[in-house]
């Protein structure tokens, strides 16, 4: 399936018949599943295009919300460890609802992010959180790390 992100060589190998991808920001392989190679692709999409850190990129950070264990698939934070950016990652058949909304702004209520993005590797939307009106403001794109 053609994704909606420039075309980037990941890290791939194959052991005992299953494939895994080398994830820069958490130094190790992963299992090669559809939504991490959303993520992957996402993850090299942020720092080559739009200079985001890696080593300011969290993936698969865990939160804790009214005593449930979540894990948020990419926070961005700035150099002195404010968080900036959540990203929500689907497999590119998983269509983008608002229950994919209501799970980032879940999210959200712990990590307190001014910018939420949800994909799917197709489908991209962004939105910074007005503290001002209490709402979401859907931007056209996503915005460069120093823009944050």
């Not at 939504?35 to 942020?46: G, M, T």
């Not at 961005?76 to 968080?83: D, K």
Request: glycine fraction near 2%; charge should be positive.
């Amino acid at each position: 399936m053609n994704l909606n992100l420039p075309k980037y060589n990941l890290r791939v190998r194959l052991t005992d018949g299953k494939k895994s991808v080398f994830d820069p920001c958490r130094k190790k392989w992963v299992p090669l599943t559809p939504e991490e190679r959303v993520r992957q692709l996402f993850i090299r999409y942020l720092n080559e295009e739009k200079q985001y850190p890696l080593s300011l990129i969290a993936v698969e950070m865990s939160l804790r919300i009214n005593r449930n264990a979540f894990r948020s698939d990419l926070v961005i934070f700035s150099s002195q460890g404010t968080p900036l950016l959540a990203v929500e990652c689907k497999a590119p058949k998983v269509k983008i609802t608002q229950e994919t909304f209501d799970q980032i702004a879940r999210y959200n209520m712990q990590l307190k992010v001014k910018y939420l993005v949800v994909t799917n590797g197709i489908q991209h939307y962004c939105c910074r959180f007005s503290t001002e009106a209490n709402s979401y403001e859907f931007l056209p794109i996503i915005p460069d790390y120093q823009s944050l």
